[in-house]
């Protein structure tokens, strides 16, 4: 397990020359309007998400887990919890396919666990899709 951040940025090509910078390696897959770092020190699933309109610094927050049987037992959890909203089973999303949890902490950031089953070619944008949103 690890954590993932998110960021909305006004540039994202600005924003990942100066993450390099602080992680001192380059992104694993970018494009004009998303950037992701994976990470081993620290242990973190990084992004950068383009935003037009106004940065709120934190596009989604989330939780890496390793596999399908995890995703089942984080599942079942936040439903007995009550505070399961969304599942996305088998998404291309952020140039990998993916299954997801979604949920919201009472300030309103949205929260993800999710798995990577793939990783996809890095083409096009992210720009329109959906994706990595709660």
Same mark, same amino acid.
């Given at each position: 397990?690890?954590?993932?951040?998110?960021?909305? &940025? =006004?540039? !994202?090509?600005?924003?990942?020359?100066?993450?390099?910078?602080?992680?001192?390696? @380059?992104?694993? #897959? +970018?494009?004009?309007?998303?950037?992701?770092?994976?990470?081993?020190?620290?242990?973190?699933?990084?992004?950068?998400?383009?935003?037009?309109?106004? &940065? =709120?610094? !934190?596009?989604?927050?989330?939780?890496?887990?390793?596999?399908?049987?995890?995703? @089942?037992?984080? #599942? +079942?959890?936040?439903?007995?919890?009550?505070?399961?909203?969304?599942?996305?089973?088998?998404?291309?999303?952020?140039?990998?396919?993916?299954?997801?949890?979604?949920?919201?902490?009472?300030d309103g950031n949205p929260w993800e666990v999710f798995t990577v089953h793939e990783q996809?070619?890095?083409?096009?944008?992210?720009?329109?899709?959906?994706?990595?949103?709660?």
């Amino acid at each position: 397990m690890r954590p993932h951040i998110s960021l909305d &940025v =006004r540039d !994202v090509p600005a924003s990942v020359e100066f993450y390099q910078k602080v992680f001192g390696v @380059a992104p694993q #897959k +970018q494009t004009t309007d998303y950037a992701k770092f994976d990470l081993i020190a620290p242990a973190l699933n990084f992004a950068l998400v383009s935003s037009t309109g106004a &940065v =709120r610094a !934190v596009n989604h927050l989330g939780i890496e887990v390793e596999s399908a049987d995890d995703i @089942a037992s984080w #599942k +079942q959890r936040l439903q007995e919890q009550g505070i399961l909203e969304k599942v996305e089973e088998d998404l291309a999303c952020c140039f990998a396919r993916q299954d997801k949890l979604w949920f919201t902490d009472p300030d309103g950031n949205p929260w993800e666990v999710f798995t990577v089953h793939e990783q996809l070619a890095v083409t096009g944008t992210l720009k329109n899709t959906g994706c990595c949103a709660a």
